[in-house]
């Protein structure tokens, strides 16, 4: 029953890798999305729509098996943990950013340019739907589900098969340098932790943070 539910669950992944790729180098810009979206509430709507859909189908893999999304009561020093994983990720990040590739950030299009008071609304909505809604929804499909169900061809190949299957999940090219050593960092918490809780609390805080220091200047 695990391999269908894995089987399932690669598909999933695969196929939303696939359209997230297609769309990047199809497009005349390289990716369709405008770093501006942030400030759109068709973005936002079109965003939990597709959120929803995915917990759905994620939903549907655990059918019967609630386990599977290790909701569980994390192990202790948890919190040193998840703040040693944060903070590891910055470090990454800085290494990267003094390579000379495109900016994480700028691939991803979720930052905006600057400030816009005036679409205050539709940027707090963005902020819950990238800061609340996509954590929430992507630590319970990879570290939860996705991990639960690697973890049968081993503790290191399931952390390392789920680092890099949410990177390619993002479908950017240079923001691999930052994403997979951050899914990795998340499934090595999940590990340690046994518990997907402090992942999503990491992963909402980097975020969060980098949507509010895009507009702090």
Known sequence: MNKARLGVWLVLVGAVAALEYSARFTSSSGRPATRNEVYSYSAFADGLV???????IVLAIAFERGDLFALRRPRRHAVWMALGILVGVYLVELVVSLLPVRN????????????????????A????????????????????VGQSLLRGFGRWPSIVAVGIAFGV??????????????GLGLAYLRDRTRSVIPGIFVHALFNGAALALSVAG
Request: charged share 10%; hydrophobic share 55%.
């Open 50 to 56: 597709f959120y929803l859909l995915i917990l759905g």
């Open 104 to 123: 994480p950030g700028s691939e991803q299009g979720l930052t905006p340019t600057s400030w816009e008071p005036a679409h205050a609304g539709a940027f």
């Open 125 to 144: 909505a963005n902020v819950i739907l990238f800061a609340v809604v996509a954590p929430i929804v992507e630590e319970l499909t990879f570290r939860g």
């Open 169 to 182: 999940w993002h479908g950017l090219v240079q923001a691999e340098l930052v994403l997979v050593p951050f």
